[in-house]
């Protein structure tokens, strides 16, 4: 994975100037073509090889319509001074991401695309857009592109969610998202069940097949590990809300026990999909299979604001809430204007079950409603205190 932000050049320095004098005399004929920086989506130039130029924060977009076949294209280059990536688009008011590919490692993290990674429809407008992948870089870039070749191989079968392959719980599948395309997915981080440094599935721009399996409510194992490349998993119900990612649970293979992600997932049919981190596909060893805590301490705890006792209350009443990790927390109360009139929690609370008394000696009769707040999710409940 790509953690560490890191500027390398492609060119390596040898010995001689041979290399040095190649690099300078191609250098010199792009100096008459180069054209002022195309930023804007709408006036993309024509795509052609080139060397190109982008500030920091800046995109360089570049026109293209399909003709059925695949296009081999690269900015690896001694001439290429920055760490570049790609992203396909079909339009540019949605920005619909088809594919991206960040830069490769082998050559100073500078980004290509094969010709059997995606097929450019015949008749359809593409956007290629090219721009630096860590903010306060630009530089140059040299694209170098090859003739239209043999388009890729069709997507898997399961290529789809609609298209799920079933899978039985206690058993393997053997797969690949080798020629998959990608779905753009929401951000899966933020919910309460993501585990892992990072999911490439919540950002859309990794090619996923889909499989599906039947849950009986409870703890189930969904793992990747022992796959051949980086891979990501990210779980959903039948509505297609997600419901738990990873990416890197077992070195750099994916897996998800649902109890230790604090989650139990629900009965029904459960929709798993199988990605890759950035661009990256291959095969792949999935595995499901039913599992039992290990102890109380893996137990699913749900974040949830439980009702005020008593309620109606004088002049004092206890909250309860569990919290489904170990977090940053805020428990607030408002008077029916939605003015705050106390804070109870503002802090760290513990993983489980928690109570709070809320002593309100020194307000009026009235409707009051509590608020709990932890890592982006939020309950609240109304309580009514009569003097």
């Given at each position: 994975m790509k953690k560490t932000i890191i500027l390398v050049l492609c060119s390596t320095v040898v010995a001689g100037t041979a290399m040095a004098d190649e690099a300078a005399r191609r250098k010199a004929s792009y100096d008459d073509a180069f054209t002022p920086r195309t930023t804007d989506c709408n006036n993309a130039?024509?795509?052609?090889?080139?060397?190109?130029?982008?500030?920091?924060?800046?995109?360089?977009?570049?026109?293209?319509?399909?003709?059925?076949?695949?296009?081999?294209?690269?900015?690896?280059?001694?001439?290429?001074?920055?760490?570049?990536?790609?992203?396909?688009?079909?339009n540019c008011t949605d920005l619909n991401e088809l594919y991206y590919r960040d830069g490769a490692s082998g050559c100073g993290w500078a980004t290509y695309l094969e010709c059997?990674?995606?097929?450019?429809?015949?008749?359809?407008?593409?956007?290629?857009?090219?721009?630096?992948?860590?903010?306060?870089?630009?530089?140059?870039?040299e694209l170098t592109i090859g003739d239209p070749c043999d388009p890729p191989a069709g997507p898997p079968a399961n290529d789809n969610m609609m298209d799920a392959e079933m899978v039985t719980v206690g058993t393997c599948v053997d797969g690949s998202t080798d020629g998959a395309t990608q779905d753009n997915f929401p951000p899966l981080f933020q919910h309460a069940c993501y585990t892992g440094f990072y999911s490439a599935t919540s950002t859309g721009n990794a090619p996923d097949v889909w499989y599906s399996f039947?849950?009986?409510?409870?703890?189930?194992?969904?793992?990747?590990?022992?796959?051949?490349?980086?891979?990501?998993?990210?779980?959903?119900?039948a509505t297609g809300a997600p419901l738990a990612s990873d990416d890197d649970?077992?070195?750099?293979?994916?897996?998800?026990?649902?109890?230790?992600?604090?989650?139990?997932?629900?009965?029904?049919?459960?929709?798993?999909?199988?990605?890759?981190?950035?661009?990256?596909?291959?095969?792949?060893?999935?595995?499901?299979?039913?599992?039992?805590?290990?102890?109380?301490?893996?137990?699913?705890?749900?974040?949830?604001?439980?009702?005020?006792?008593?309620?109606?209350?004088?002049?004092?009443?206890?909250?309860?809430f569990s919290m489904n990790e170990t977090a940053s927390a805020s428990l607030k109360v408002f008077n029916?204007?939605?003015?705050?009139?106390?804070?109870?929690?503002?802090?760290?609370?513990?993983?489980?079950?928690?109570?709070?008394?809320?002593?309100?000696?020194?307000?009026?009769?009235?409707?009051y409603f509590y608020s709990l707040e932890a890592n982006g999710l939020s309950q609240t409940r109304k309580m009514v205190l009569l003097k």
């Open positions: 130039t024509a795509l052609a090889g080139g060397l190109y130029t982008v500030a920091d924060g800046e995109t360089w977009f570049f026109s293209y319509t399909g003709n059925g076949l695949g296009l081999d294209l690269q900015t690896c280059s001694d001439l290429t001074d920055f760490d570049t990536d790609m992203s396909i688009i079909d059997d990674e995606f097929l450019f429809e015949d008749g359809v407008d593409y956007i290629i857009a090219i721009y630096p992948y860590n903010l306060g870089t630009g530089g140059t870039f039947m849950s009986d409510g409870g703890c189930y194992s969904v793992s990747l590990c022992g796959s051949d490349y980086d891979t990501s998993l990210a779980l959903f119900d649970e077992c070195s750099l293979q994916s897996e998800i026990v649902s109890y230790s992600a604090g989650c139990w997932l629900p009965a029904g049919m459960i929709y798993v999909a199988v990605d890759g981190y950035s661009s990256n596909t291959g095969d792949f060893t999935l595995c499901i299979d039913a599992c039992t805590p290990s102890d109380a301490n893996d137990l699913p705890v749900a974040f949830e604001l439980g009702q005020a006792f008593p309620n109606p209350f004088n002049p004092s009443t206890t909250i309860e029916m204007a939605g003015q705050e009139v106390a804070t109870l929690i503002d802090g760290t609370v513990e993983r489980g079950e928690n109570s709070v008394v809320f002593d309100a000696s020194g307000l009026t009769s009235g409707v």
